[in-house]
């Protein structure tokens, strides 16, 4: 049976996890870690590098290292988020050519997805390396919040990768499965889910016999540690600013530095009750002398500075219990999900709300990508081998705009998904050929405020007096919460053709070409592997029969056979160093035989003087 994998696609950081005997595991990457960072960086000679390699050069190439891609992804670039990330990122972002943002890394443009695919790529290759062959098929988790566009992006970023998406499902619902997977609880829980760059809350009910169905989901997909950082970073500039009277946040290398030091201040507060941001030659003064930072902050200045982020989060707590209709007693366990939820003040917002202390058993860091490989086995697992259903909400209003710029709801938000409603359209024209329909994602009345997904032109209609023709238009949301439409008329039954303009995201073939340049690069990373490892083993082999010279020839220096065999060895060697030089790997590998075979030999002689 085809192994799936579950990948957390954090904003900061990924996680990939996967099934194996009945129980998921978190697979360490090979620094051991297990989570990585989403960070894709390129370097001066057009390398690529993904995660701890691309995040320990990111002081020295910044303006070439792009992180929190995941908040730009599916969004427009002319969003007031774009713009808010724009401001504060040490890389360049400009307008895609769909209104949708590209990078600019070196002198390439890269789109959002073909980022994260990269993200994705390393996921899979970590997975790849565990489990010792090759993966098509993964669960991709997204905030709960994530809207359609959102969504269809981070689809098309697997498709990038060269994964088979088969399901996406939302962060704090997989938190959930990971939590009651195999516990036979019937209960009602919130999954608080504060991570990087998003927040996000679900109420779901779990049963005994193995329904997951949330109730209600709510979330800013705006709001996450890195809000925090930025708070600290503000406090530092402003310090600085009064002091020496230099703005730092015109120097790239200063923020980048600025941004580690702040989140590392952040996470030793979670711990210790102050901390000291040491920046030593963080810029030259007008004279040019070099100036340093040094500033201590306390847990309780921090919390100061981010009390409304976290009080934002609450708000939302409350909003979602609402829509649930339950009261805050009727929570029976709250789980914490994301590296944001080690800090103190967080888990006191929280218990002080919930009015009970949260769930200890679970790690904020792996349980989502566990959540989503469990996902991903139940999804190929035969009948009865493992009895678990998911059922999920969409977390927006889904509808149309109508006359005066109205907008029409067809499908309310926290709805169970997969669903789909039908509305029937007629024509106000005679001989009306095409009906236009926006369909817009979002909670105000006034289409203008919400998010437009696409405009869905509904053309070949039948050629008859007005109000003749009815179109009977579905909309519907599967269980990835993507959303499609299909229109009929309703007098023929025949099928209308509906042409989709992307509003953001890619096109088709688009898509298609960065599928090709990410195999290429698959590829030519198994290679370097490949020839990594070739060199590293020649290099060892060389050094031990180098290490032998000496022996053998106090051995067979006397004969000519002797002579011989140790001419011979040295051409091995001088062979095999010019190839390593050369970089030509097959031949390596050929040549590691014959050093191989000269290590035997020499390994002999001497055994046999010994
Ligand atoms: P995630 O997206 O779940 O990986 O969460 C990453 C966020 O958690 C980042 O903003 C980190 O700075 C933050 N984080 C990680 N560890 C801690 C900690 N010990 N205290 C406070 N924040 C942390």
Redesign the pocket.
């Known amino acids: 049976m085809d192994k799936v994998i579950g990948i957390d696609l954090?904003?900061?950081?990924s996680c990939v996890a996967v099934v194996e005997n009945g129980t998921p595991v978190v697979v360490a990457n090979r620094g051991g870690y297990k989570?990585t960072p989403s960070m894709v960086a390129v370097t001066e000679g057009g390398k690529r590098l993904v995660g701890h390699i691309a995040k320990r050069q990111a002081v020295t190439n910044a303006e070439n290292t792009v992180y929190a891609a995941k908040r730009l992804i599916g969004r427009k670039f002319n969003s007031p988020q774009v713009e808010s990330t724009a401001k504060n990122a040490p890389y360049t972002i400009l307008p895609g050519p769909n209104g949708d943002c590209r990078i600019k890394l070196r002198d390439k443009l890269y789109s959002i997805p073909e980022v994260s695919a990269m993200i994705l790529q390393e996921m899979k290759m970590i997975a790849e390396d565990y489990l010792g062959h090759e993966v098509q098929k993964a669960v991709v988790t997204v905030p709960a919040y994530f809207n359609d566009g959102q969504r269809q992006a981070t689809k098309d970023a697997g498709q990038i990768s060269g994964l088979d998406v088969i399901r996406i499902i939302n962060e704090p619902t997989a938190a959930a499965l990971a939590y009651g997977f195999g516990k036979n609880i019937d209960r009602t829980v919130a999954v608080y889910?504060?991570?990087?760059?998003?927040f996000d809350i679900s109420i779901l009910e779990i049963s005994s016999n193995g329904v997951f169905k949330v109730i209600s989901t709510a979330g800013d997909t705006f709001l996450?540690?890195?809000d925090?950082?930025q708070r600290i970073i503000e406090w530092l500039v402003e310090g600085f600013l009064e002091e020496h009277g230099i703005d730092l946040r015109r120097d790239r290398m200063a923020l980048q530095r600025l941004k580690d030091a702040a989140?590392k201040a952040?996470?030793?507060?979670?711990?210790v009750v102050e901390t000291e941001v040491n920046l030593p030659f963080i810029i030259s003064s007008a004279r040019n002398e070099a100036l340093h930072l040094e500033r201590l902050l306390t847990r309780s200045q921090l919390e100061e500075l981010t009390r409304d982020l976290a009080d934002r989060t609450i708000e939302i707590c409350e909003m979602t219990l609402r829509e649930a209709g339950l009261e805050r007693d009727e929570i029976e366990d709250v789980i914490l999900?994301?590296?944001?939820t080690?800090?103190p003040a967080?888990q006191r917002v929280v218990s002080e709300f919930f009015e009970r202390e949260p769930c200890k058993g679970v790690h904020?860091?792996e349980v989502?990508g566990l959540g989503a490989s469990i996902q991903g086995a139940a999804l190929v697992a035969e009948d009865g081998e493992m009895d678990m259903v998911l059922l999920d909400v969409t977390p927006h209003t889904l509808g149309i705009m109508v006359v005066g710029g109205y907008f029409e709801e067809l499908i309310p938000q926290n709805t169970t998904v997969p669903t789909a409603r039908s509305k029937p359209f007629t024509t106000v024209r005679d001989n009306q050929t095409a009906v236009k329909i926006l369909v817009l994602q979002g909670e105000s009345r006034r289409a203008e405020e919400n998010e437009l997904l696409g405009e869905f032109v509904l053309t070949g209609l039948r050629r008859a007096p007005a109000g003749e023709v009815e179109v009977d238009v579905t909309f519907e949301i599967n269980a990835d919460g993507i959303v499609s439409v299909h229109a009929r008329d309703i007098e023929t039954g025949k099928e209308q053709s509906i042409t989709v303009t992307a509003t953001s995201g890619l096109t088709k073939d688009e898509v298609a070409a960065m599928m090709d340049h990410a195999q290429e690069y698959a590829v030519a990373r198994r290679s370097d592997e490949a020839s990594e490892k070739a060199k590293q083993e020649a290099e060892t082999l060389i050094a031990e029969i180098e290490g032998l010279f000496p022996e053998v020839q106090a051995v067979v220096a006397g004969s000519d056979f002797g002579r011989d065999a140790i001419e011979k060895a040295r051409a091995v060697v001088a062979r095999a160093r010019e190839l390593m030089e050369r970089g030509d790997s097959a031949a390596l590998t050929e040549q590691i035989d014959a050093l191989n075979r000269t290590r035997r030999m020499f390994k002999g002689v001497v055994g046999k003087s010994a």
Do not use: A, H, Q, Y
């Open positions: 954090g904003t900061f950081n989570v889910d504060l991570g990087g760059g998003t996450g540690g890195e925090f950082d989140e952040k996470c030793e507060l979670s711990s999900v994301g590296g944001m080690r800090m967080i904020p860091d989502v």
